[in-house]
């Protein structure tokens, strides 16, 4: 599975986004879950929202209400749209997939797959 996101950008305080995260590859059908990850300078990366295969999603406390994970699964696409953004989202957005990659001796093996990041960039 590769990811590629998009969408990201400079945007003034209170303005709005939507990344992208399309995969590919033929283990894209074995995605067990998609989650979008952030990290700004001199920080720690970051969870911020997910959504699994069934379609249940979930969002850090710092982004809900503002921050909403959905998908177009006809084109392999999670997107993350974000409202009302903040300079503290100032950030790399990056994507993150969970690929089953399970065998008859290990049903629960999964692996993880990154993107290469988009910047977010939230002027005051």
């Known amino acids: 599975v590769q990811l590629a996101e998009s969408g990201g950008g400079l945007v003034q305080s209170g303005g709005s986004l939507r990344l992208s995260c399309v995969a590919s590859g033929r283990s894209a059908f074995n995605i067990k879950a998609v989650g979008w990850y952030r990290q700004a300078p001199g920080k720690e990366r970051e969870w911020v929202a997910s959504?699994?295969?069934?379609?249940?999603?979930n969002a850090a406390d710092s982004v809900k209400g503002r921050f909403a994970i959905s998908r177009d699964i006809a084109e392999n696409t999670v997107y993350l749209q974000m409202n009302s953004l903040k300079p503290e989202d100032t950030a790399v957005y990056y994507c993150?997939?969970?690929?089953?990659?399970?065998?008859?001796?290990?049903?629960?093996?999964?692996?993880?797959?990154w993107g290469q990041g988009t910047l977010v960039t939230v002027s005051p």
């Open positions: 959504i699994t295969s069934g379609g249940i999603t």
């Open positions: 993150n997939a969970v690929v089953s990659t399970a065998t008859i001796e290990n049903p629960a093996a999964t692996l993880e797959v």
